[in-house]
């Protein structure tokens, strides 16, 4: 049994807490996973939902939603608590941001486009550009430090490009390199970042609407995307810092394929079984 939970959290995010690490290991473990006669059997509904309300209460979370996966099916799902300090009750339909679970299904556009040939996943970012990294004022920070040339497609994917997980997190606010391109890993944001960038800059690809033909449509996630929905803003999971202060649902105006993807809780049963194909079950190119 596998599930892909979302917390709201007194945690210092923008949004709600995405456990992304774990729910997306045991995402594509349920998908890839075999049928086996000895396998355990799957937990019952009720144990589910203890199992759930004891882990919000240890780490002081407001609402849950969770999805469990088995043989790439999705049998179970539910939401759990409130999705607001004021205590409305976190809905089968409240929108919550999947913050880092964007980046595989970023990461699932980028090998079509390798599928297709638009893209070469071993050649140098700079092929794609139509001048230096530095010369765009995002990355200007990289000037002088030649390293960049060295980024390719494949190691800004798989965090081995040695650029930081976000800017802000830096202690002058600034892009840098921290050690040679492909010589060893470390998350970064940022790299997920710089390859929408290539793909938007150096392809002239829109990011955002690649994701809703290739994607969101196809899986008909309707109730998913990149940016902020006008039509959700009374019905959102708000997130926390770390001293329990209130942060309201980030309104973002534009794709980030590191963290901005967002969708509500009652597509989770589709969104899971999406996941599942786009990411093991049948990863294949997407119809023109």
């Known amino acids: ?87 409305d009750l976190l809905r089968s339909d409240t929108v919550m941001v999947a913050a880092s679970l964007t980046k595989p299904v970023f990461a699932y556009l980028v090998m079509q486009l390798a599928d297709e040939g638009r893209i070469d996943l071993d050649a140098p970012i700079a092929r794609y550009l139509t001048q230096p990294l530095p010369s765009y004022a995002a990355w200007s920070s990289l000037a002088g430090d030649e390293r960049w040339r060295a980024i390719t497609p494949r190691m800004l994917l798989s965090h081995r490009s040695g650029l930081p997980n976000l800017p802000a997190l830096e202690q002058d606010g600034k892009v840098h390199l921290h050690f040679n391109s492909g010589t060893r890993f470390a998350y970064s944001g940022a790299g997920i970042n710089l390859l929408q960038f290539v793909l938007e800059s150096g392809l002239g690809l829109d990011v955002q609407a690649e994701l809703r033909r290739r994607v969101f449509q196809r899986f008909d996630m309707r109730h998913t995307s990149m940016t902020w929905q006008p039509d959700a803003a009374d019905n959102q999971a708000d997130g926390y810092t770390s001293n329990g202060k209130s942060r309201p649902h980030p309104h973002r105006t534009r794709a980030a394929a590191a963290s901005s993807m967002a969708r509500r809780s009652r597509t989770m049963h589709d969104s899971s079984r999406a996941w599942c194909a786009a990411t093991v079950c049948r990863l294949r190119r997407a119809p023109p």
């Not at 000895?38 to 209460?57: C, G, K, Q, Y």
């Open 1 to 87: 049994m596998w599930g892909v939970a979302t917390l709201s959290h007194n945690l210092p995010m923008h949004s709600s807490v995405v456990l992304s690490s774990v729910a997306l290991a045991g995402l594509l473990a349920a998908c890839a996973r075999m049928p086996d006669a000895a396998a355990p059997l799957l937990a019952t509904p009720v144990a589910i939902e203890t199992t759930m309300h004891d882990a919000m209460a240890e780490v002081h979370a407001n609402g849950m939603a969770i999805a469990v996966i088995d043989f790439g099916q999705v049998v179970y799902s539910q939401a759990f608590g409130h999705r607001n300090k004021a205590g």
